[in-house]
């Protein structure tokens, strides 16, 4: 047991930090399926990972696999989209997070965030292409973070934009590089911020550097982002190793601490750092201790649950099931869960235009799942 744990343990009094913590901490949840309806729209995805909803209401879905996919509520699940780049599908790399272009309905665009290969490895990629029909023309790649590694760990790859449509992209540390997070020479565990060209905002905190694009810094794994829909920050949800989950509101040029400081252990029981705390250092706005492995996560925002408004929503990998965090006086309040019997890892979560909730499960045989309100 780490030294500090003690002041882990106790880290949920201390201001503006909130912990869920404490050996069975998943099973003390508030469980109500009993108010949710679950419906199976689509079978047989191979490990989707993002979700992205078009104006027609159809759905844009990756694969981790290498493919995007289009689900019409008609029409059912498309086969591939034709023309899209090859990836580098090595253990957690491969096709991941979609984002519609701000002017989608405009200009037809929309970007993907991808495990490419290249020299001496691999790295988290980012291509826009325009859509016509289940075709990509206009491919382009815009952003490769830098340095590529040999190895298939730890990409992030969630994309968010914001109201100046800005494009916000999470990279992990790549796992073996875990140092270097705190590294703004490079993009290890960080978030950058491009335009939608993939060119350097003027604005952000460290043109003058060698990895221009960053925005933040001292990240895990991002694998979790979303935009709030009143304050317009960015959310950003990162995996812990063993404990140390986090949800981070981000703010230009600061740092999150990773590996300095952390409320997590490796997984061989070793300590990462006997930190917990740096005044230079951001700090979580909730961490889960243990890990919930978290993943997709968004505002709810619309009208089928109504006491849901404003509420944040969080797929969990390793307890299977969606978490929906009340939020009081911006600060995280009672969590529920739901669908943890299903057994069924969460991958994604996103808020349909009619208010009902999306979720994506993870698995060689995933699924797309519809949640409506009880009737």
């Given at each position: 047991?780490?030294?500090?744990?003690?002041?882990?343990?106790?880290?949920?009094?201390?201001?503006?930090?909130?912990?869920?913590?404490?050996?069975?901490?998943?099973?003390?949840?508030?469980?109500?399926?009993?108010?949710?309806?679950?419906?199976?729209?689509?079978?047989?995805?191979?490990?989707?990972?993002?979700?992205?909803?078009?104006?027609?209401?159809?759905?844009?879905?990756?694969?981790?696999?290498?493919?995007?996919?289009?689900?019409?509520?008609?029409?059912?699940?498309?086969?591939?989209?034709?023309?899209?780049?090859?990836?580098?599908?090595?253990?957690?790399?491969?096709?991941?997070?979609?984002?519609?272009?701000?002017?989608?309905?405009?200009?037809?665009?929309?970007?993907?965030?991808?495990?490419?290969?290249?020299?001496?490895?691999?790295?988290?990629?980012?291509?826009?292409?325009?859509?016509?029909?289940?075709?990509?023309?206009?491919v382009e790649t815009i952003f490769v973070a830098?340095?590529?590694?040999?190895?298939?760990?730890?990409?992030?790859?969630?994309?968010?934009?914001?109201?100046?449509?800005?494009?916000?992209?999470?990279?992990?540390?790549?796992?073996?590089?875990?140092?270097?997070?705190?590294?703004?020479?490079?993009?290890?565990?960080?978030?950058?911020?491009?335009?939608?060209?993939?060119?350097?905002?003027?604005?952000?905190?460290?043109?003058?550097?060698?990895?221009?694009?960053?925005?933040?810094?001292?990240?895990?794994?991002?694998?979790?982002?979303?935009?709030?829909?009143?304050?317009?920050?960015?959310?950003?949800?990162?995996?812990?190793?063993?404990?140390?989950?986090?949800?981070?509101?981000?703010?230009?040029?600061?740092?999150?601490?990773?590996?300095?400081?952390?409320y997590g252990i490796d997984y061989d029981g070793?300590?990462?750092?006997?930190?917990?705390?740096?005044?230079?250092?951001?700090?979580?706005?909730?961490?889960?201790?243990?890990?919930?492995?978290?993943?997709?996560?968004?505002?709810?925002?619309?009208?089928?649950?109504?006491?849901?408004?404003?509420?944040?929503?969080?797929?969990?990998?390793?307890?299977?099931?969606?978490?929906?965090?009340?939020?009081?006086?911006d600060k995280p309040g009672e969590q529920h869960?739901?669908?943890?019997?299903?057994?069924?890892?969460?991958?994604?979560?996103?808020?349909?235009?009619?208010?009902?909730?999306?979720?994506?499960?993870?698995?060689?045989?995933?699924?797309?799942?519809?949640?409506?309100?009880?009737?």
């Open positions: 047991m780490r030294k500090n744990s003690l002041t882990k343990r106790l880290a949920i009094l201390l201001p503006g930090v909130f912990v869920l913590c404490g050996a069975n901490a998943h099973s003390n949840e508030k469980t109500e399926d009993s108010k949710i309806q679950v419906k199976e729209l689509a079978t047989g995805l191979a490990n989707p990972w993002g979700m992205a909803f078009l104006p027609d209401g159809d759905l844009l879905l990756t694969e981790r696999a290498g493919n995007i996919r289009r689900y019409s509520f008609d029409g059912g699940l498309s086969n591939p989209l034709k023309n899209v780049p090859a990836v580098d599908a090595v253990n957690q790399g491969g096709m991941l997070d979609i984002s519609l272009d701000p002017e989608f309905a405009n200009n037809q665009t929309l970007y993907f965030c991808y495990a490419k290969a290249g020299k001496g490895g691999r790295s988290s990629a980012v291509s826009k292409a325009t859509l016509k029909d289940n075709t990509l023309t206009n830098e340095p590529l590694v040999d190895n298939g760990f730890h990409f992030g790859c969630r994309l968010a934009f914001d109201s100046e449509q800005h494009l916000y992209v999470s990279l992990g540390d790549r796992n073996s590089y875990m140092d270097e997070a705190q590294n703004t020479d490079n993009h290890f565990g960080t978030v950058v911020r491009i335009n939608k060209d993939g060119s350097v905002p003027e604005s952000n905190p460290f043109v003058d550097g060698n990895a221009p694009e960053i925005f933040t810094y001292g990240h895990r794994n991002v694998q979790g982002m979303t935009i709030h829909p009143q304050t317009g920050a960015v959310w950003a949800m990162e995996h812990g190793p063993k404990g140390g989950d986090e949800v981070n509101i981000l703010s230009k040029g600061s740092n999150y601490g990773w590996p300095a400081i952390t070793s300590v990462v750092s006997d930190k917990t705390h740096d005044e230079s250092m951001q700090q979580p706005w909730v961490y889960w201790d243990p890990s919930i492995a978290p993943s997709g996560m968004t505002f709810y925002t619309g009208e089928a649950f109504k006491d849901w408004q404003g509420d944040l929503l969080v797929g969990s990998l390793k307890f299977t099931h969606l978490r929906r965090i009340d939020i009081k006086d869960e739901y669908l943890r019997d299903n057994s069924a890892r969460i991958r994604d979560v996103e808020v349909g235009p009619d208010g009902l909730i999306y979720l994506l499960t993870d698995s060689p045989d995933g699924k797309l799942l519809q949640l409506s309100p009880a009737k």
